[in-house]
Nanobody, 120 residues
Framework: QVQLVESGGGLVQAGGSLRLSCAAS????????MGWYRQAPGIQRELVAV???????NYADSVKGRFTISRDYAKKAVYLQMNSLKPEDTGVYYC??????????????WGQGTQVTVSS
């Protein structure tokens, strides 16, 4: 079974920083894309940042210049460095991976989420 486990969330004041980590484990043949989504109460889940297998990155406009996504292929991990945090960044952050358990099948997988709260 595949698991994505997040860590690093917490409470921080506006202007502060947090670093989120996510590690994938289980029967994984290959990992294509990894990234982070977030969801606030009553709001649709939104893309924050993704990084592909060729290390190309995409960020939501609202976090460009403040957040940096990276990955460690050996550890099957993805990270999100969040700087200059704003109250609007508050929400549950979910780790995402598009991966294959066996060729040629591939599917989306999600972590359980980690809470990020930014106070003003």
């Amino acid at each position: 079974q595949v698991q994505l486990v997040e860590s690093g969330g917490g409470l921080v004041q506006a202007g502060g920083s947090l670093r989120l980590s996510c590690a994938a484990s289980g029967g994984i043949f290959s990992i294509n894309d990894m990234g982070w989504y977030r969801q606030a109460p009553g709001i649709q889940r939104e893309l924050v940042a993704v990084i592909s297998s060729d290390d190309a990155t995409n960020y939501a406009d609202s976090v460009k210049g403040r957040f940096t996504i990276s990955r460690d292929y050996a550890k099957k991990a993805v990270y999100l460095q969040m700087n200059s945090l704003k109250p609007e960044d508050t929400g549950v952050y979910y780790c995402y991976a598009h991966l294959s358990r066996r060729w040629p099948e591939s599917s989306d997988y999600w972590g359980q989420g980690t809470q990020v709260t930014v106070s003003s």
